[in-house]
């Protein structure tokens, strides 16, 4: 069988549920082979292992991780000239996305981004232009090299037990042009990454600025919080909270938009949720739309009495 190659997100070793997924739609596609850059190799193993991994090459070079993106493609091109995988696949985040583009640059490649699937012989799944179309895509030339979507798939376990193969990477002096000089953790807010968490419970306009039953609800639910830009242009939430075109894009199981009326920009960044509720006291609101389950009425009063509700099985 063919080796796919999936790199690692991870910090300092706590491997992200997005590589769990990864490891999942890889093993559709041939032997799962992970990639993990940096020096907690054996932190991340028994997750790697968890998820299918049959290998996993470490790349502990510190250069790796005193510059920016560039060396980590540089590592990447030559990880995939020895090992020749049939497809790489790496997380749609920032980081990610530009990865993977300097990489297909690399190695002559086509390269598809934001995958919200991945089947058999590396045929991928995106929703485009603001989610109006799905299209299937499939890369012609080269190694396919595609970034998939958090929650593009459920991770399955598959109980492998990866050998490690620390692999030496040369970095150039062109790739060591962006170092970073200071690296702080974001603060913890005890909720999930708002691009990661399989439910979002999110506020808009109609929140009049208080988010209390907005973060109650997400909490009974373990959910992320997001807003729309409305809420956040007002000062009621932080930027890095934004779903939306100009915001993040997610794709949770479950979305739960509260006073949101439903814009096409705001729906840019949610719409491939796979189940979509919505909170409204407009029965007429477009999010109504888009819909799996809506109620019309105040969500001052229908959040908190979800809450309790939720809180009390
Ligand atoms: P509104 O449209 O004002 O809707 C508020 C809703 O709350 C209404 O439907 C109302 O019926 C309901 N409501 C009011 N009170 C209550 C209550 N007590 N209980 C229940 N419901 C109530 N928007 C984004 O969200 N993300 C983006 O990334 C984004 N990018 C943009 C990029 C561009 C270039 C442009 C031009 C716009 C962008 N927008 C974006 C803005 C977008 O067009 C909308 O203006 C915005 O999404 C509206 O936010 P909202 O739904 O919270 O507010």
Same mark, same amino acid.
């Given at each position: 069988?063919?080796?796919?190659?999936?790199?690692?997100?991870?910090?300092?070793?706590?491997?992200?549920?997005?590589?769990?997924?990864?490891?999942?739609? !890889?093993?559709?596609?041939?032997?799962?082979?992970?990639?993990?850059?940096?020096?907690?190799?054996?932190?991340?193993?028994?997750?790697?292992?968890?998820?299918?991994?049959?290998?996993?090459?470490?790349?502990?070079?510190?250069?790796?991780?005193?510059?920016?993106?560039?060396? =980590?493609?540089?590592?990447?091109?030559?990880?995939?000239?020895?090992?020749?995988?049939?497809?790489?696949?790496?997380?749609?985040?920032?980081?990610?996305?530009?990865?993977?583009?300097?990489?297909?640059?690399?190695?002559?490649?086509?390269?598809?981004?934001?995958?919200?699937?991945?089947?058999?012989?590396?045929?991928? *799944?995106?929703?485009?232009?603001?989610?109006?179309?799905?299209?299937?895509? =499939?890369?012609?030339?080269?190694?396919?090299?595609?970034?998939? =979507?958090?929650?593009?798939? *459920?991770?399955?376990?598959?109980?492998?037990?990866?050998?490690?193969?620390?692999?030496?990477?040369?970095?150039?002096?062109?790739?060591?042009?962006?170092?970073? *000089?200071?690296? $702080?953790?974001?603060?913890?807010?005890?909720?999930?990454?708002?691009?990661?968490?399989?439910?979002?419970?999110?506020?808009?306009?109609?929140?009049?600025?208080?988010?209390?039953?907005?973060?109650?609800? !997400?909490?009974?639910?373990? !959910?992320?919080?997001?807003?729309?830009?409305? !809420?956040?242009?007002?000062?009621?939430?932080?930027?890095?909270?934004?779903?939306?075109?100009?915001?993040? *894009?997610?794709?949770?199981?479950?979305?739960?938009?509260?006073?949101?009326?439903?814009?096409?920009?705001?729906?840019?960044?949610?719409?491939?949720?796979?189940?979509?509720?919505?909170?409204? $006291?407009?029965?007429?609101?477009?999010?109504?739309?888009?819909?799996?389950?809506?109620?019309?009425?105040?969500?001052?009063?229908?959040?908190?009495?979800?809450?309790?509700?939720?809180?009390?099985?």
């Amino acid at each position: 069988m063919s080796n796919v190659l999936v790199l690692v997100d991870h910090t300092a070793g706590t491997v992200r549920k997005t590589t769990a997924e990864l490891l999942t739609i !890889a093993r559709r596609l041939g032997e799962p082979v992970a990639v993990f850059i940096g020096s907690e190799v054996q932190a991340a193993l028994p997750t790697l292992g968890q998820y299918g991994a049959t290998k996993v090459i470490a790349l502990s070079n510190p250069e790796l991780t005193q510059f920016l993106v560039a060396p =980590k493609a540089e590592a990447l091109a030559q990880v995939a000239a020895k090992i020749e995988p049939s497809a790489i696949l790496i997380s749609s985040n920032a980081e990610g996305k530009e990865i993977a583009a300097r990489l297909a640059v690399k190695l002559d490649s086509g390269l598809i981004t934001d995958a919200v699937d991945v089947q058999e012989g590396a045929v991928t *799944t995106q929703s485009v232009f603001a989610g109006n179309f799905t299209v299937q895509a =499939k890369v012609t030339h080269g190694t396919p090299i595609i970034t998939v =979507k958090p929650n593009a798939a *459920t991770p399955e376990a598959a109980d492998a037990s990866p050998e490690v193969e620390e692999f030496d990477v040369t970095i150039s002096d062109t790739a060591k042009t962006a170092r970073i *000089t200071d690296s $702080k953790p974001r603060e913890a807010t005890g909720r999930p990454e708002l691009t990661e968490a399989a439910i979002i419970v999110s506020g808009g306009r109609g929140t009049g600025g208080d988010f209390g039953p907005i973060e109650a609800f !997400a909490d009974s639910l373990g !959910a992320a919080v997001g807003a729309s830009r409305a !809420a956040v242009d007002s000062g009621w939430y932080p930027h890095a909270y934004q779903v939306g075109q100009t915001g993040k *894009t997610v794709s949770p199981q479950l979305y739960v938009a509260a006073g949101i009326s439903g814009a096409i920009q705001h729906r840019a960044g949610m719409q491939t949720s796979k189940t979509i509720v919505a909170v409204n $006291k407009d029965p007429e609101a477009p999010i109504f739309e888009l819909v799996d389950f809506g109620v019309v009425g105040d969500l001052h009063k229908v959040l908190p009495t979800a809450t309790e509700e939720v809180t009390k099985r």
